[in-house]
């Protein structure tokens, strides 16, 4: 029975650059290793963003590992929401919730509040939910800026267009609200509308010192349903390994094994020499590995 590590370099076909003379950074490096991998192997391409869903990494790598996301898609919260291990019961909707910053004029500056530390954004979310939380809604923690908000209560929906916060810096708050797509709906913005509003004054006199200035609720949904590992490719096990809870929670909410690196990070600080060893070690157990790598630098692509 053949097996196969799926090494997914997550963003790094990047831009042009004028510093590299137009060239994105993988066109500057010097890649024998890639080279000689395309040399002597096969090489295409195949749509992993189906029309109608998001052009966003969930969608995105859901469609790698064969997971239809066309057909069960549950919105980035929920997947999110199953990484961290918070349950979320029948009429809850769990949201993605950034960390951001926006400028004193209204504009959108930055999707991460400068890829806020950590420790400072886990603080950051436990002040927002001693201040805020109550029996409909719900701050959770999660790695840097990329936490999460959960709403309680039937009387919520999750039939809202959004706007993508990385596809949206430079541009005014006030052309990038949520947009209710159903009668039902206009409660939930009008409510998380409130919320942010008064999340926005809390940050501006917070004592944790930070750049992010807003929360920014985006991809909400219930409890997700999709397809399990096994039942998609019988007879078959896989695994995980990547630092961020979006493609965690993908492999929980499918029955993969999930690994955890220490000091995988998801930015250029991150143990990439351990979740290669982490990927060698588990194909020794599983037939596939999916080995996820974020802010994939030049050595690594040059090596």
């Given at each position: 029975?053949?097996?196969?590590?799926?090494?997914?370099a997550?963003?790094?076909?990047?831009?042009?650059?004028?510093?590299?003379?137009?060239?994105?950074?993988?066109?500057?490096a010097?890649?024998?290793?890639?080279?000689?991998?395309?040399?002597?192997?096969?090489?295409?391409?195949?749509?992993?963003?189906?029309?109608?869903?998001?052009?966003?990494?969930?969608?995105?790598?859901?469609?790698?590992?064969?997971?239809?996301?066309?057909?069960n898609?549950?919105?980035?919260?929920?997947?999110?929401?199953?990484?961290?291990?918070?349950?979320?019961?029948?009429?809850?909707?769990a949201?993605r919730c950034?960390?951001?910053?926006?400028?004193?004029?209204?504009?959108?500056?930055?999707?991460?509040?400068?890829h806020?530390?950590?420790?400072?954004?886990?603080r950051?979310?436990?002040?927002?939910?001693?201040?805020?939380?109550?029996?409909?809604?719900?701050?959770?923690?999660g790695?840097?800026?990329?936490?999460?908000?959960?709403?309680?209560?039937?009387?919520?929906s999750?039939?809202?267009?959004?706007?993508?916060?990385?596809?949206?810096?430079g541009?005014?708050?006030?052309?990038?609200g949520?947009?209710p797509?159903?009668?039902?709906?206009?409660?939930?913005?009008?409510?998380?509308?409130?919320?942010?509003?008064?999340?926005h004054?809390?940050?501006?006199?917070?004592?944790?010192?930070?750049?992010?200035?807003?929360?920014w609720?985006?991809?909400?949904?219930?409890?997700?349903?999709?397809?399990?590992?096994?039942?998609?490719?019988?007879?078959?096990?896989?695994?995980?390994?990547?630092?961020?809870?979006?493609?965690?929670g993908?492999?929980?909410?499918?029955?993969?094994?999930?690994?955890?690196?220490?000091?995988?990070?998801?930015?250029?600080?991150?143990?990439?020499?351990?979740?290669?060893?982490?990927?060698l070690?588990?194909?020794?157990?599983?037939?596939?590995?999916?080995?996820?790598?974020?802010?994939?630098?030049?050595w690594?692509?040059?090596?």
């Amino acid at each position: 029975m053949s097996k196969a590590i799926i090494f997914l370099a997550d963003g790094m076909a990047d831009e042009p650059l004028v510093e590299l003379n137009g060239k994105t950074p993988v066109e500057a490096a010097h890649t024998p290793a890639m080279d000689a991998i395309a040399a002597a192997g096969a090489s295409g391409t195949f749509l992993t963003l189906p029309d109608g869903l998001p052009t966003s990494s969930d969608v995105a790598n859901m469609s790698v590992l064969g997971f239809r996301p066309e057909l069960n898609y549950p919105g980035r919260g929920p997947i999110e929401a199953v990484s961290q291990g918070i349950e979320l019961k029948e009429n809850d909707i769990a949201w993605r919730c950034n960390l951001v910053t926006v400028s004193p004029e209204g504009v959108l500056l930055d999707y991460s509040a400068g890829h806020i530390d950590n420790a400072i954004s886990t603080r950051i979310m436990e002040m927002l939910q001693l201040e805020f939380g109550s029996g409909k809604v719900s701050f959770y923690p999660g790695v840097s800026y990329r936490n999460l908000l959960v709403l309680h209560g039937e009387k919520f929906s999750y039939r809202i267009d959004y706007h993508k916060p990385d596809s949206s810096q430079g541009i005014p708050v006030s052309e990038l609200g949520l947009i209710p797509l159903s009668p039902e709906a206009e409660y939930t913005v009008r409510f998380l509308n409130e919320l942010s509003a008064r999340v926005h004054d809390f940050l501006a006199e917070c004592p944790v010192k930070s750049e992010a200035t807003d929360i920014w609720p985006w991809s909400p949904g219930r409890r997700p349903d999709i397809t399990a590992f096994s039942e998609l490719y019988p007879g078959r096990t896989g695994a995980i390994i990547s630092a961020v809870d979006v493609v965690k929670g993908i492999g929980k909410c499918t029955g993969m094994e999930v690994i955890d690196v220490p000091g995988a990070t998801g930015f250029i600080d991150t143990n990439y020499e351990g979740k290669v060893a982490a990927a060698l070690e588990a194909i020794k157990r599983h037939d596939l590995v999916y080995l996820h790598v974020e802010a994939v630098p030049t050595w690594v692509i040059s090596s």
